[in-house]
């Protein structure tokens, strides 16, 4: 079974520009949650989606947004960059059923630098 | 005060060598408890997956959880070089219908192992 993608894998952004980043889950896997990891906070949850809604929001400003379609892929976007967004972006998908809904698996993850 | 707290190390050990990695948390309503390994530039890879209390053991990894004490650990046996990496551990509460938890796990900072020939 093929793994979690996510596209691009290296993305180089200007200070005030947008960026729409891709995930595609594991096959048959309904929830997808997106995380931003840099050296200085570590792993933190950004938002969850479950067909097609937003479920659960982490404690980033409103330029961080996402969605999810019909197939489960999610995206998610970022307006107005700051050079401070420039982090490691990984999505992650689980089946979203107990007792297995809580078992996420990651993709390799999108890295974004803004200069 | 992190909910999770992790030691960075950074970790050294010589092959062959038992690795103890540990995390403490304060939220006492975390009952699900995972363990990660982070290679550089990649994502997260799941190693090991318990829920409450007790001990869980899959080659030669063994998770233990300990509530009471707020404490969950990851033992490495017989480690190889290949095991050099960051580990995270990370934990979630049982989802509710309020919807304030769907999804979300809360990670350790990782701690960077390294284990020399």
């Known amino acids: 079974k093929a793994g979690v993608t996510q596209t691009p894998r290296y993305l180089i952004k200007t200070r005030g520009q947008q960026v729409t980043l891709s995930c595609s889950p594991i096959?048959?896997?309904?929830?997808v949650s997106w995380y931003q990891q840099t050296p200085g906070q570590g792993l933190q949850f950004l938002f969850e989606?479950?067909?097609?809604?937003?479920?659960n929001k982490g404690n980033f400003p409103g330029r961080f947004s996402g969605r999810q379609f019909s197939n489960s892929r999610s995206e998610m976007n970022v307006s107005t960059l700051e050079l401070g967004d420039s982090a490691l972006y990984l999505c992650a998908s689980s089946l979203d059923r107990v007792p297995a809904s809580y078992e996420q698996y990651f993709g390799p993850g999108t890295r974004l630098t803004v200069t | 005060q992190k909910e999770v707290e992790q030691d960075p190390g950074p970790l050294s050990v010589p092959e062959g060598a038992i690795v103890s990695l540990n995390c403490t948390y304060s939220?006492?309503?975390?009952?699900?408890f995972m363990w990660y390994r982070q290679y550089s530039r990649k994502g997260p890879e799941l190693l090991m997956y318990t829920y409450s209390s007790g001990n869980k053991e899959d080659g030669r990894f063994t998770a233990q959880v300990d509530k009471s004490s707020k404490y969950i650990s990851l033992f490495i046996r017989d480690s190889q070089p290949s095991d050099s990496a960051t580990y995270l551990c990370?934990?979630?509460?049982?989802?509710?219908?309020?919807?304030?938890?769907?999804?979300?796990?809360?990670f350790g900072q990782g701690t960077i192992l390294t284990v020399h020939p």
């Open positions: 939220n006492s309503a975390f009952q699900y």
């Open positions: 989606y479950f067909s097609e809604t937003q479920r």
């Open positions: 990370a934990m979630t509460v049982i989802p509710n219908a309020g919807g304030t938890s769907y999804g979300k796990l809360t």
């Open positions: 096959s048959g896997h309904r929830s």
